[in-house]
């Protein structure tokens, strides 16, 4: 080759190599796609927390127990009354006298009291030619007092008082029924996300298993076309690979299924949102098992904490209001009143003010009675849903811990299988490598170490969702959040 052209093909080169140089440094840097963050259960947990319309319509119970508190308020509200009457009537003192016509307009407040007081002020004008005996001003104008008090019956316990009474407990009725769905719905969510992290871990067994099938598959072919094996090796080899290929669709829809499953838990913008595979994260660690001393604190303060032990509370002190009720109903009826007279013809006879009591006596007392046994009844009943909630709370942390201990041990005997299962595996490749052995026996090692890895697996699953039924069985996710009030109320003014 000439020297020239030798010269000018270096220059190109140097020249090609200079354009990629700059062209390399032209171009921005591309940002390099990070690794996607695992999904955690406390996000999940979160995201219910935040998003769950259950939980919201858990939340909207307490809106409904303000209303019923405003509800039971209403029957005390003072009320403004303006009422005038007039009337035409002849003295029967004196016939000869004209026909008169008088009246009054009376102007007052009417208040109740939940102890069963009702009280009146204010002012009354007559109409016409009018006496005032009693607290007259301005000539025809009086002062309005009236009181009526009960003494027996309806004293302190009357029926709009008990009303208000169940009122008061509607609002933590309703922190109850929030905090048992946040239980449900934690407890779900988690034994949820679980079942999808061990789906994603199953279908990956399953491609490796495929991977190291189809790989055979092409050697035992090679070795058949040069008849270094038989054809029905290839045949086998071939066969397995559909199998397994087979296996892993029906593991690709158990994920699907799973993921679809735990949409139901990850909402954004009223939808569900299917978590994307990428964030299946591995098994944590195990914990240490919780102490002897550890469990019987958490029995004690599951007690309290468990809503279902708290709403039978809450259900034996609306009983006793009811209780109460029904034995205030077994009193006498004893009222005592005093208040201006409403009547215009006593009015301008000089009857400003009547005073009264009245006494009522009932004899056979059915209904009262009747409420009374369907109280104490009710009353006795609760005592022993108390005490068989009690227990039932002791029963689930001792069975969780029972799931946690025994899942632990699978744990431990599925990983001494899989070892075991993989040097089998491996001892049988080796043997298959020397001749001494066939596809079949391969093919059967491979999937039993494939059925341990599974079994290993699942013992994890079932070991972290049995940390969530221990968490369920303490009350852990009972207290309710300040998120599940999702409407902020105004009271109506």
Known sequence: ???????????????????????????????????????????????????????????????????????????????????????????????????????????????????????????????????????????????LLGASVPLLRGLLVNPENAELQRSELADPKADVQIAQMRQD?????????????????????????????????????????????????????????????????????????????????LWEKDSPTVPPGERAPDFPKQLPLPTAEIVQADKVNAKTARPEIREVAIEAQLNNIDLELAKNNLLPSLDAEAAPARNPEKFVLGLGYKFGMELRVPFLQRRGKGEVLEAQGKADRFVL?????????????????SAIERAKERIAASFQSLQLAKTLEEGERFRFSLGATSVLFVNLRERNAVDSENQWIRAQADYQKAQAFYQWAIGTWAKSPA???????????
């Not at 019923?68 to 029967?92: Q, T």
């Not at 849903?385 to 811990?401: G, T, Y």
């Not at 998120?483 to 003014?493: F, H, I, Q």
């Open 185 to 265: 719905l934690f407890l779900a969510a988690a034994g949820q996300y679980w079942d999808w992290v061990a789906a994603w871990r199953l279908v990956d067994v399953q491609r490796r298993a495929l991977k190291v099938a189809e790989e055979r598959a092409k050697q035992v072919e090679q070795r058949a076309k040069a008849g270094a094996a038989a054809p029905l090796d290839a045949v086998e080899a071939n066969q397995e690979v559909q199998r397994r290929r087979e296996t892993l669709i029906a593991a690709t829809r158990a994920v699907e299924q799973e993921q679809y499953k735990l949409s139901m838990f």
């Open 483 to 493: 998120s599940a009030v999702p409407v902020s109320y105004a009271p109506v003014r």
């Open 385 to 401: 849903l108390q005490k068989f909630r009690e227990q039932q709370v002791v029963v689930d942390v001792d069975n969780a811990i």
């Open 1 to 143: 080759m000439p020297i020239s052209r030798l010269a000018a093909s270096a220059a190109l080169c140097s020249l090609l190599l200079l354009g990629t140089v700059f062209t390399a440094a032209a171009e921005p840097d591309k940002p390099r796609a990070l690794p996607p963050i695992p999904l955690t259960l406390d996000e999940v947990l979160a995201r219910v927390d935040r998003t769950h319309p259950l939980l919201k319509g858990a939340g909207a119970e307490k809106i409904v127990a303000r209303g019923k508190m405003l509800k039971a308020l209403g029957a005390f509200e003072p009320a403004l009354v303006n009422d005038s009457e007039i009337e035409r009537f002849i003295s029967s003192i004196d016939p000869n006298q004209s026909t008169k016509t008088v009246g009054f307009n009376d102007t007052f407040l009417d208040m109740k009291h939940p102890s069963g007081v009702r009280a009146i002020a204010g002012y009354r004008r007559a109409i016409g030619v009018a006496k005032i005996p009693d607290l007259s001003f301005d000539k025809n104008q009086q002062v």
